[in-house]
């Protein structure tokens, strides 16, 4: 439970600054390598814990170099890799990568611009380019991903791992 402490205020920080702090990464490294002394209490093994890690930190690296998630997600999200151990990094990550969809999916909703959007959508299929939204719009800004990692770590946590 300290892990979705720790997630939670990661969500609200990442909701109001649009960072998630590196305290907060390295706080849950910690915590997984402690849960492992000394008596083991971890229910995976270290070595698939470290695995975890280095696997969550080159998927999202990865998705950082290409615009999905920003520099404090990768981080967080890779750090979670070294709690959840390979290759349950994998799943936690494609989770979160849905539940951000569904978060901007609801936003865009929230704020009556969902018709706008798959409008634009149909006609940048039909014309062959990508017609950008107007800079004021919701849909134009980023989506503060904290909140998906949380509930992406919640729903993993309580219904698959």
Same mark, same amino acid.
């Given at each position: 439970?300290?892990?979705?402490?720790?997630?939670?205020?990661?969500?609200?920080?990442?909701?109001?600054?649009?960072?998630? !702090?590196?305290?907060?990464?390295?706080?849950?490294?910690?915590?997984?390598?402690?849960?492992?002394? !000394?008596?083991?209490?971890?229910?995976?093994?270290? =070595?698939?814990?470290?695995?975890?890690?280095? $696997?969550?930190?080159?998927?999202?690296?990865?998705?950082?170099?290409?615009? $999905?998630?920003?520099?404090?997600?990768?981080?967080?999200?890779? =750090?979670?890799?070294?709690? $959840?151990?390979?290759?349950?990094?994998?799943?936690?990550?494609?989770?979160?990568?849905?539940?951000?969809?569904?978060? =901007?999916?609801?936003?865009?909703?929230?704020?009556?611009?969902?018709? =706008?959007?798959?409008?634009?959508?149909?006609?940048?299929?039909?014309?062959?380019?990508?017609?950008?939204?107007?800079?004021?719009?919701?849909?134009?800004?980023?989506? !503060?991903?904290?909140?998906?990692?949380?509930?992406?770590?919640?729903?993993?946590?309580?219904?698959?791992?």
């Amino acid at each position: 439970m300290l892990i979705i402490t720790i997630l939670f205020y990661a969500a609200m920080f990442d909701i109001n600054k649009h960072k998630i !702090p590196n305290e907060l990464t390295f706080t849950i490294i910690g915590l997984g390598v402690i849960s492992h002394f !000394p008596l083991g209490t971890h229910p995976i093994g270290f =070595s698939l814990c470290l695995i975890g890690l280095s $696997v969550g930190f080159v998927i999202t690296i990865f998705l950082y170099s290409i615009n $999905v998630f920003g520099a404090g997600d990768a981080k967080l999200l890779a =750090s979670l890799g070294f709690i $959840v151990g390979y290759p349950n990094i994998i799943t936690l990550i494609a989770t979160a990568i849905i539940f951000s969809g569904l978060l =901007s999916v609801l936003r865009l909703i929230c704020h009556g611009e969902l018709a =706008s959007m798959l409008s634009r959508w149909k006609y940048s299929l039909f014309a062959g380019f990508y017609e950008k939204p107007e800079s004021n719009s919701v849909a134009a800004g980023a989506v !503060p991903m904290g909140g998906a990692i949380l509930l992406a770590y919640m729903y993993c946590y309580f219904y698959l791992f």
